[in-house]
T-cell receptor, first 114, second 118 residues
Framework: AQSVAQPEDQVNVAEGNPLTVKCTYS??????LFWYVQYPNRGLQFLLK??????LVKGSYGFEAEFNKSQTSFHLKKPSALVSDSALYFC????????????FGKGTTLSVSS | GAVVSQHPSWVICKSGTSVKIECRSL??????MFWYRQFPKQSLMLMAT?????????EQGVEKDKFLINHASLTLSTLTVTSAHPEDSSFYIC??????????????FGPGTRLTVT
């Protein structure tokens, strides 16, 4: 069975500093990996995905993530955090099977202070 | 492109009544739609997978007779919470997946529906 772990409930960073939100995954086949962001009382916004190819994936709003197969990780990163980045971030995985749903991690709250 | 809408965005109902939530893919066809439930400050829990023209597949622990899902067309899926109780209060989010041949990877999410049962 596929699963996603986000080990941190909350990440606190100062504006302008780099940020990392951690994610590890477990799937039996090739993983399709995603990051989404959610603002209060809103739906999910897609940030980026890894399907195949370069391990470093660049996405929306200056975010990027690095796929590490040996460590089964897909950490989300940004070189310089903004206060407006404060939100709830979800890592998600789907196995390489048609029709299967995304399985989400528990989420990590990012708080960027000014 | 790939916009998913939900209606209503929020609803308050009395205990014992039924509530229907609609999920529409506005500019693409979605053979498969998914329904998730999210409690405050928690993750999205997959409730069921809905395929157009067939019965939904429910996740373990989800009562199919309580959460009725209908996917009658390629652009519309509905979730009906029957005989709602306060513990059904939650944020319900639908997601639509592109039909085969249109791109297999992304799920597009609706804005969610906040259900409060009093």
């Amino acid at each position: 069975a596929q699963s996603v772990a986000q080990p941190e409930d909350q990440v606190n960073v100062a504006e302008g500093n780099p940020l990392t939100v951690k994610c590890t995954y477990s799937v039996s086949g090739n993983p399709y990996l995603f990051w989404y962001v959610q603002y209060p009382n809103r739906g999910l916004q897609f940030l980026l995905k890894y399907i195949t190819g370069d391990n470093l994936v660049k996405g929306s709003y200056g975010f990027e993530a690095e796929f590490n197969k040996s460590q089964t990780s897909f950490h989300l990163k940004k070189p310089s955090a903004l206060v407006s980045d404060s939100a709830l971030y979800f890592c998600a995985v789907r196995e390489n099977q048609a029709g299967t749903a995304l399985i989400f991690g528990k989420g990590t709250t990012l708080s960027v202070s000014s | 492109g790939a916009v998913v809408s939900q209606h209503p965005s929020w609803v308050i109902c009395k205990s014992g009544t039924s509530v229907k939530i609609e999920c529409r893919s506005l500019d693409f066809q979605a053979t498969t739609m998914f329904w998730y439930r999210q409690f405050p400050k928690q993750s999205l829990m997959l409730m069921a997978t809905s395929n157009e023209g067939s019965k939904a597949t429910y996740e373990q622990g989800v009562e199919k007779d309580k959460f009725l899902i209908n996917h009658a067309s390629l652009t519309l899926s509905t979730l009906t919470v029957t005989s709602a109780h306060p513990e059904d209060s939650s944020f319900y989010i639908c997601s639509a997946r592109l039909s085969p041949g249109q791109g297999p990877y992304e799920q597009y999410f609706g804005p969610g529906t906040r259900l409060t049962v009093t």
